[in-house]
């Protein structure tokens, strides 16, 4: 969601007239506000905190204040952006004994792919999705 937890309400509003299972949908989001709120309204759905590892102008997150954060916000996961220098298996695994979900983006490229699969990513954003299938496949 690319709004402010204003937009909360209206969500919650939608996915129940759509009908949809909780599993059905995972809420992400940039701004750590729509994911408090996401998980306050409806805990029951998966909400992601969306993380950019090397912001421009600023030094890169570390695992310990993703978490801390994720955990106050009480977010399910963390949604990163591929960064290798900063994402890699001791970050990874941070993540995960955290008990949060590692999720990545945006990858299109199979060596990328194969680097955040071992740093423990367990889902990945693509614009390539069945070229990155297949290439990981080979």
Do not use: H
């Not at 740093?119 to 496949?137: F, H, M, N, V, Y």
């Amino acid at each position: 969601m690319k709004c402010g937890p204003e937009i909360v309400p209206e969500l919650d509003r939608v996915l129940k007239a759509a009908k949809l299972k909780p599993e059905q949908t995972v809420v992400i989001a940039f701004n750590a506000d729509v994911i408090a709120a996401t998980k306050k309204a409806r805990p029951d759905l998966q909400a992601l905190w969306l993380v950019s590892l090397a912001p421009k102008n600023a030094k890169p997150r570390t695992a310990e204040e993703l978490i801390a954060k994720a955990k106050d916000i009480k977010a399910d996961g963390l949604d990163l952006s591929a960064t290798p220098a900063v994402l890699d298996a001791t970050f990874g695994k941070k993540v995960k004994d955290a008990g949060l979900k590692l999720y990545v983006w945006t990858v299109n490229d199979a060596e990328l792919a194969k680097k955040m699969i071992a740093a423990g990513a367990e889902s990945i954003t693509t614009d390539k999705p069945g070229w990155l299938r297949e290439q990981l496949a080979k």
